[in-house]
């Protein structure tokens, strides 16, 4: 009786099912997030989504426009009302943040695997809500005592604010260090079209693409090309401009009461920061949630980063924090987002590369 020889199946290719699986997944996990963000967060008062919808808010956060304009074009296009209409443009980033992800894994060479990049890539989204989602945890003081006995002291929890152009902004981050890469690879006039075209978009939702300045800079700075690379850099600056500066005029009438930063409408928040920092306790459970945790496995394998990543996360990741830490108030965890998928990519990109001499067979 001769036995059957059953044919090779590729297993690095995901079949039809297993890629609607994904795609399942990815879209359910986007809604359940969404879902999250529209119960457990707010919108701070001077920038309800209504008045975001109607460019009504207050400066600096009613020119990051891209969000409210889309919002605008679906409640003309279809009768729905702006909180849904937000709610489907969030809906929209995640399930881009997870497209984008598998996409960054295989250009970075995590794995040769595409079923397996698909799982890897969902693994994004954790570290990205708990940024966005889990409420801030205020712990001062740390002790109290009552009666003779010590306790717990004030201990609680505060909801964070929603504001809908960060998690495209963090989406968009994500596009524009894969879109750098590819130009640093090979430079052509399509690519630096859609270059300019996706950095202005990005652009007009939220004015943190000028740090995409040294960060390209970075990756670009042992290029062979490196002349024609930075004019690529200079042409940017001058399209940030060229965006930022008409936005900030339209608004200039609509006052941040609380910016007080200079002429700008930003807030200065250093030493309130200080202030949250210097606690104990609340230091501990900043770091655990701090770029979603993920600055730990970063930093223990960074002679493990692909060097275009180390390039990029230097370029980025602490320009960002260091403006952050300024400007912005660290229990609103959200203002490090957009340097989430650039550690996240990084610490899985080196965790491949340490573990992958242990099981070569697998990549075969």
């Not at 079923?115 to 890897?120: D, I, K, N």
């Not at 965006?243 to 009461?257: A, E, G, R």
């Amino acid at each position: 009786m001769s036995a059957t020889i059953s044919p090779a199946i590729d297993h690095r290719r995901p079949s039809r099912a297993e890629r609607l699986c994904w795609w399942l997944a990815l879209i359910f996990v986007a809604v359940f997030l969404t879902a999250l963000q529209i119960t457990i967060t707010a919108p701070y008062g001077l920038t309800s989504l209504k008045l975001l919808a109607n460019f009504q808010a207050v400066e600096p956060f009613q020119h990051r426009a891209l969000i409210p304009i889309c919002v605008a074009a679906i409640e003309r296009l279809a009768p729905l009302d702006h909180r849904l209409a937000f709610a489907l443009t969030e809906v929209v980033t995640w399930v881009a943040l997870g497209v984008l992800a598998e996409r960054a894994l295989a250009i970075f060479g995590v794995t040769h695997h595409a079923a397996l990049r698909g799982v890897l890539a969902l693994t994004l989204l954790p570290p990205m809500a708990m940024v966005t989602l889990i409420p801030d945890l205020h712990v001062w003081p740390i002790l109290a005592r009552a009666d003779g006995l010590w306790d717990l002291g004030d201990w609680g929890v505060r909801t964070l604010y929603y504001y809908p152009y960060d998690l495209p902004a963090a989406a968009f981050t994500l596009a524009l260090l894969l879109t750098l890469t590819r130009i640093a690879d090979r430079i052509t006039g399509p690519r630096l079209i859609g270059l300019a075209l996706l950095f202005a978009v990005a652009t007009l939702n939220r004015e943190t693409t000028l740090f995409i300045l040294p960060m390209a800079a970075c990756l670009f700075m042992r290029h062979q090309h490196r002349r024609a690379l930075f004019g690529v850099v200079a042409g940017l600056a001058v399209l940030f401009v060229a965006v930022q500066w008409p936005l900030h005029w339209w608004f200039s009438d609509q006052p941040n009461p609380h910016g007080h930063l200079g002429a700008t409408q930003y807030e200065w928040h250093l030493g309130e920061n200080w202030h949250y920092l210097s606690q104990p306790i609340y230091l501990i459970t900043e770091l655990v949630r701090f770029l979603g945790g993920l600055w730990l496995p970063m930093i223990l394998w960074w002679r493990f980063v692909d060097a275009r990543l180390r390039a990029a996360v230097l370029g980025f990741v602490p320009l960002l924090v260091l403006v952050g830490l300024l400007i912005g108030r660290v229990p609103e965890h959200r203002i490090f987002l957009e340097a989430v998928p650039l550690v996240w990519l990084a610490a899985i990109q080196a965790a491949s590369q340490r573990f992958r001499p242990i099981c070569p067979a697998h990549e075969a």
